[in-house]
């Protein structure tokens, strides 16, 4: 699964930095993924919204249901 998650997110990766943005995997962990958000993500106000909004659902409705990713500073 974690080869899975990881695929996933460097397609997901590619629309952050399209956006001056980008994400770094701090961790993987079971069915937990610890992301840091970086560039304008890092300080971006709708950050809470780019993980679980959009990062998340996605590897739920792509990968697992029972995903859940967590941002680290």
Known sequence: MEEKIKTKLEELRVLLQNDGG??????IEGKT???R???ACGCCPH???TIK???ER???EDVDPDI???RVG
């Open 22 to 27: 980008d994400m770094e995997v701090v961790a």
């Open 33 to 35: 993924v610890k992301l």
């Open 37 to 39: 958000l970086k560039g």
């Open 47 to 49: 950050a809470t919204m």
């Open 53 to 55: 909004d959009g990062i």
């Open 58 to 60: 996605i590897l739920r």
């Open 68 to 70: 859940v990713v967590e």
